[in-house]
């Protein structure tokens, strides 16, 4: 099995910053990319961001130039900085791994973990 766990959320004031980890554990052969969405109530889940290479990177249009997505592939991990938080951010935050492993190459889900952004 695969398990991925997000953590770092919780209630920030608007304009602070946050970073959120990811970490990936089971059976894994590689790990070709790596990415956080984020859902709010009635929206759509989109994605935040996605990192395959190091420096091969995409952001949603709202998050470009407040938000950095890097990976740690010694560790298994990922880890989401957003900075210059609004409202607008509020949401639970998804952390995804696509992996390779004995049964192929899948993509995995964590639990998701809740951002508020209020004061």
């Known amino acids: 099995q695969v398990h991925v766990v997000e953590s770092g959320g919780g209630l920030v004031q608007p304009g602070g910053s946050l970073r959120l980890s990811c970490t990936v554990s089971?059976?894994?052969?590689?790990?070709?990319?790596m990415g956080w969405y984020r859902q709010a109530p009635g929206k759509q889940r989109l994605l935040v961001a996605n990192?395959?290479?190091?420096?091969?990177?995409h952001y949603l249009d709202s998050v470009k130039g407040r938000g950095t997505i890097s990976r740690d592939r010694a560790k298994n991990m990922a880890y989401l900085q957003i900075d210059r938080l609004g409202p607008e951010d509020t949401a639970v935050y998804y952390c995804?791994?696509?992996?390779?492993?004995?049964?192929?190459?899948?993509?995995?889900w964590g639990q998701g973990t809740q951002v508020t952004v209020s004061s």
């Open positions: 995804v791994a696509r992996v390779t492993n004995e049964y192929g190459e899948n993509d995995y």
């Open positions: 089971g059976t894994i052969f590689y790990m070709s990319a």
């Open positions: 990192i395959t290479s190091d420096i091969d990177t």
